[in-house]
């Protein structure tokens, strides 16, 4: 795992924020925890190649086109990680109340050990990890313009969560760009 603060300077940062705001076409879907439907506590936006299909808590996601400031960013991203992203999951923390809870990103079409790269456009968020035998747990503040890269075994070892935050009023946007595999990404 790899983070760095300042991967995005201020300027740019808020313009993608606002940007972000008004152009990506946000959703709230709604998914099944114990045997009830409730909308989930974001609103969020699926971009990337076609063929990225992507399923997580029941849900199926089919990309909508990369939209240009996006691709950059996935350009971007390729030159300073080396890794290919060909998805991108966007989720706007409209405020505090706005949550993420405990899991990993270790669905099958992500293969064996995924990269995923996030970055952090807004309000500083807590970004809590856990290592799955319960021994070890610890947090970083997510700030704006901030790069979190997730790689190797992380997702098999450990959970991440961005609980609630009461006194948070800012929206918090989470680019979180990951590599979608074919052979993997089969029917619905």
């Not at 076409?25 to 909308?39: A, E, N, S, V, Y």
């Not at 270790?106 to 500083?124: H, Q, R």
């Amino acid at each position: 795992m790899h983070f760095y603060r300042c991967w995005l300077e201020n300027p740019e940062a808020n313009r993608l924020l606002h940007h972000f705001q008004q152009r990506l076409r946000w959703q709230q879907p709604q998914i099944r925890m114990f045997g009830k439907l409730i909308k989930i506590p974001r609103m969020q936006a699926w971009y990337g190649e076609a063929e990225a299909r992507y399923r997580y808590s029941g849900l199926w996601l089919e990309p909508i086109p990369w939209e240009p400031e996006l691709l950059a960013l996935q350009q971007r991203l390729r030159v300073d990680t080396g890794s290919c992203f060909n998805a991108v999951l966007a989720n706007w923390y409209r405020n505090g109340n706005d949550s993420m809870g405990w899991h990993s990103d270790d669905e099958p079409e992500l293969g064996v050990e995924p990269a995923i790269a996030s970055i952090n456009l807004g309000a500083s968020r807590r970004f809590q990890m856990r290592h799955r035998n319960g021994a070890y747990k610890f947090e970083l503040e997510l700030s704006h313009g901030s790069l979190l890269l997730m790689t190797g075994s992380t997702q098999h070892h450990w959970q991440h969560a961005i609980p609630k935050q009461k006194k948070v009023t800012d929206p918090r946007i989470n680019l979180t760009f990951r590599s979608i595999r074919g052979d993997e990404n089969h029917g619905k």
